[in-house]
């Protein structure tokens, strides 16, 4: 870290370190981000019936949102790399949330999908310049605390949409639309919030320092493909997510058509695997801090979240489903994030972090593409959901022998 960059990070006020403050608001960052993906997942039926869709075309909603979602994450980071962070971030999060809002207006299943695919365009420019931004901001021994604490605004922000979609549209028996709305507003507010909160060094101030110090390396997007540990957790996170989307977008309407549950019981049910996912996130990533090694907790975490997936489908039995998703959470992509992200930050060079970051989640994002509509697909040809989750499981497997090739490095602790 620069010296410029260490006077921003560590500056004091109001008596709260300013990195607490950085984990805090990108942790209700990710919160409303993950609450929107999830209001929908309880009320795929209804749409299913409004719209008259097929099981590939529920799917179609989610991968053309992240499709769009995606897109951005390379061209966000080097932007944010090039002219600024927060001037990438803040106004992506909020037209993430307008078009939250407006996703509750559509008439028709073509201006639906308009309008999540500009919500993924929000979306899109959050992953990189935020990973970056916390990574600069939150000190070396506290750097995969840090992410996992972030990180857990996704399981908070998946069990509360999951959670206030199926009250509100299933046992009040209001519109779908109504989730869409109740978020529209704090979600703009968390933009401003993290534009006021956030401080980053003005790019000219960062530039003249960098003139009177050393010349500024400028960081290829080839140069990262040729670090072994980061092509292998590019891999490994790309295997993960698609299991973790396959879950997140499936789950509900799997417990409602293949399990027979119904009303708040879906969203309490879903929500499992967020909450069983906070308390394994914090304790491994602290581990992961302590020993300062990354690779073999890794190796320990992705053979249970292979479990977990297969137990929730091959034994019909309730005490399995409910205690299989609260092992995933976990042990499941939740708590290997906070993992892969710092094997990244641990070795891309600090002047590229925007883009590596953004890069990660680019390759991870693609399987969030693909994962809900093949789920779909299979459910629509072979009659069952199951298929999906052993499809996910056998993904996992390949991000595990992936994870085998990875050089582990000791962290020296600051």
């Given at each position: ?36 993906r ?105 750097r ?19 959670i206030?979609?199926?009250?509100i ?12 709305y ?14 006021w ?15 009177n ?45 293949e ?7 879906v ?22 801090d ?9 190796l320990m ?19 399995v ?10 042990t ?81 602790q600051?």
């Open positions: 870290m620069s010296q410029p960059d260490a006077a921003v990070a560590t500056k004091p006020s109001t008596g709260i370190p300013y990195w607490i403050k950085v984990v805090a608001v990108f942790f209700l960052g990710w919160l409303f981000m993950y609450a929107d999830t209001i929908l997942n309880p009320v795929m039926g209804n749409l299913q019936a409004e719209f008259g869709l097929s099981k590939a075309d529920l799917g179609l909603i989610n991968s053309v949102f992240f499709f769009a979602y995606a897109a951005m994450q390379i061209p966000s980071g080097m932007l944010g790399d090039k002219i600024g962070k927060k001037l990438i971030l803040v106004p992506g999060f909020i037209l993430f949330g307008v078009f939250t809002g407006i996703s509750g207006l559509a008439t028709t299943f073509a201006v639906f999908l308009i309008a999540r695919a500009l919500v993924g365009v929000g979306e899109g420019t959050y992953y990189g310049p935020q990973y970056a931004l916390s990574s600069e901001a939150v000190p070396t021994k506290y995969t605390l840090g992410t996992a604490i972030i990180n857990s605004g996704q399981a908070f922000g998946t069990a509360i949409g999951l206030a979609a199926s009250i549209t299933l046992e009040w028996n209001m519109s779908w639309r109504t989730p869409f109740f978020f529209l507003i704090p979600t703009i507010i968390v933009g401003f919030l993290i534009w909160i956030v401080k980053e060094e003005p790019k000219k101030k960062a530039e003249d320092s960098a003139e110090a050393a010349p500024a390396r400028k960081v290829k997007l080839s140069e990262l493909f040729k670090n072994r540990n980061l092509v292998v957790t590019y891999i490994t996170v790309f295997c993960s997510l698609y299991g973790f989307f396959m879950i997140l977008t499936w789950l509900p309407f799997y417990l409602q058509t399990r027979g549950m119904q009303g708040s019981e969203g309490f049910i879903s929500s499992l695997v967020a909450w069983a996912s906070i308390p394994g996130a914090l304790v491994i990533s602290r581990i992961s302590k020993l300062g090694k990354r690779k073999i907790l890794a975490l992705i053979p249970c979240a292979i479990l977990s997936i297969v137990l929730t489908v091959y034994i019909q039995n309730y005490t489903l409910i205690l299989s998703l609260i092992f995933y959470g976990l499941g992509k939740l708590a290997l994030d906070p993992i892969l992200v710092s094997i990244v930050a641990d070795n891309a060079p600090k002047e590229g972090y925007g883009t590596a970051f953004s890069l990660f989640n680019f390759i991870g994002m693609c399987s969030s593409i693909i994962a809900p509509y093949i789920t779909g697909y299979l459910a629509d040809i072979t009659g069952s959901m199951a298929a999906g989750f052993y499809l996910a499981a056998l993904l996992l497997g390949v991000g595990f022998i992936t994870m085998l090739f990875a050089k582990e490095n000791k962290v020296p600051a």
